[in-house]
């Protein structure tokens, strides 16, 4: 009689909906345990527990460790407790019992479904039963991502961690609340960056000065964290990474989730258009102000070039540009004085002429405007009346498309009802297929309208808001006079400045149109 190494596998899965103690590990542990001693041909050679992996593919870690070491012939017998244990796709499940494990004289047994390739009692029930099991998983799969998508749309946290810079509220894992400590390093990348450093030297000044990045925090706190998209064992600050910090929208209190389409059922997830992210403002406290936000967006849109690590702060970086040719100024060094020549004219000198101005001239133009507005009541006054009557209408317009949002809120909730009542009248027989089909196909056409004229008027509500409450007012109302300039006052002030030859600027204001 031969002798069987036999490999136990079990497995469990919150995704397939193994909540009962049958389930457990230990329950299939006990189980397998129990069948073999009453074997006398096989000898348990080793357990493989899969903890909370889906039986919807085979990208399991402790299964690829069986496999392997069915493959260097240590196991030639698989013991489960019952085939939805080994796997829930049936086409997969079905190449593994009739091709490969008949390839490597491997030996099958499912206890609770009495399947024994030995005895060949497999050969009829067995495909029948995989395909209850992939459907089993397919309803419960569906059934999650649908619980999961709910809680998004209302806001709620649905991520294992909290960006950097947050925590879950011990009392409720769905709220997110400000961990104090990572938060100042936000709120520092956010003031270098607005100051005039670019990625590259904020990343350098934070790794000198010895501050964790983001994986490395979470880390140190004791967070099981792995960073999917960090550059093998990178355990530093980068580019990307001061990018990340800057673009997300989390740290002015805005939810922003669905970027990955991640199918429970099967392999894989794919990444979500912008526009159908998943938007919920307001659901937790920013860490920082609308102000820094809108120019930090505003000075990423200018894309500055990077510089070298110990060059790369710019005051005027993606500000000027040639009043003739239109091309960006480049910054040249001579001795200690920075000169600002056309870009154009420094790669192919005959197509246009230098514009050359040096940065201590610019400074002391842009200075003597920006105090010449502020201490001329006249039109500082109107400035800040123009402003507030802009902010004003729009506040006006957001009132009108709140409205017409929530009338909006109202007919999509109805279709979803409708689009529910349909499928159970489907499943009661009251409906035929064809005719639930039909219902479904207008539905959802429907649905999808609504969501696409939603998500506009969304869209438009956040960029009147963003505009509602100019930097410019907050900024420097309360200001007798700027002595230094910096980046944050440019783009409070600024658009663009052309530079023309005989050291002539022309300024392209942000809110308002004045002479120059």
Request: with cysteine; net charge positive; proline share 3%.
């Amino acid at each position: 009689m031969p002798k069987y190494y036999a490999a136990a596998y079990c497995r469990i899965s919150r995704e397939d909906g193994d909540k009962t103690e049958r389930d457990s590990l230990k329950n299939q542990r006990e189980l397998i345990l129990h069948y073999v001693t009453k074997q006398n041909n096989i000898h348990l050679a080793d357990f493989y527990s899969d903890d909370n992996f889906s039986g919807t593919n085979f990208n399991r870690p402790e299964f690829i460790r069986m496999y392997q070491d069915i493959v260097n012939g240590k196991i030639n017998c698989v013991i489960v407790k019952d085939l939805s244990r080994f796997g829930r796709d049936y086409i997969d499940v079905g190449n593994y019992l009739q091709k490969i494990f008949p390839a490597f004289g491997v030996r099958f047994i499912a206890i609770n479904d009495n399947v024994d390739s030995l005895t060949g009692q497999y050969s009829m029930i067995t495909p029948i039963q995989n395909i209850f099991n992939e459907q089993y998983a397919r309803d419960i799969s569906g059934k999650i991502i649908s619980t999961f998508r709910n809680k998004q749309e209302l806001g709620m946290f649905m991520g294992a961690f909290p960006s950097y810079g947050y925590q879950k509220d011990p009392n409720n894992k769905y709220k997110l609340i400000i961990d104090p400590y990572p938060a100042s390093i936000v709120k520092k990348i956010f003031k270098l960056f607005c100051e005039g450093c670019g990625k590259i030297k904020i990343a350098d000044i934070l790794n000198h000065e010895g501050i964790l990045c983001p994986s490395e925090y979470k880390k140190a706190i004791g967070e099981n964290y792995t960073n999917s998209h960090k550059l093998g064992k990178t355990t530093y600050w980068t580019y990307s990474t001061i990018n990340t910090v800057l673009k997300n929208e989390i740290y002015i209190g805005n939810m922003v989730q669905h970027k990955n389409n991640c199918s429970k059922f099967h392999y894989g997830s794919a990444l979500v258009e912008p526009e159908k992210w998943i938007r919920v403002e307001n659901t937790h406290e920013p860490i920082i102000d609308r102000e820094t936000w809108i120019l930090t967006q505003d000075l990423l849109k200018r894309r500055a070039r990077q510089l070298p690590l110990n060059q790369n702060v710019s005051l005027f970086a993606g500000f000027l540009s040639c009043g003739d040719c239109g091309r960006a100024m480049t910054k040249t060094k001579w001795g200690s004085k920075i000169w600002y020549t056309c870009g154009t004219h420094k790669r192919y000198k005959g197509v246009c002429t230098p514009h050359s101005i040096s940065e201590n001239v610019l400074v002391d133009i842009i200075l003597q405007d920006i105090n010449y507005i502020l201490q001329s009541k006249t039109i500082y006054q109107k400035c800040i009346k123009e402003e507030l009557a802009k902010a004003e209408a729009k506040k006006i317009c957001n009132y009108h498309i709140e409205n017409q949002l929530s009338n909006l809120e109202i007919q999509l909730n109805k279709i979803k009802h409708f689009k529910k009542v349909s499928y159970e009248n489907y499943c009661q027989g009251i409906l035929s297929k064809t005719d639930f089909l039909d219902y479904k196909s207008d539905y959802e056409q429907q649905e999808e309208k609504l969501k696409k004229l939603i998500l506009e008027m969304q869209q438009q509500c956040t960029k009147n808001v963003k505009t509602a409450e100019p930097p410019f007012i907050h900024q420097f109302n309360q200001h007798l006079e700027i002595l230094q300039l910096d980046r944050l006052i440019l783009g409070a002030f600024y658009e663009k400045i052309h530079i023309y030859e005989g050291k002539k600027i022309k300024l392209q204001y942000k809110f308002r149109d004045l002479p120059n």
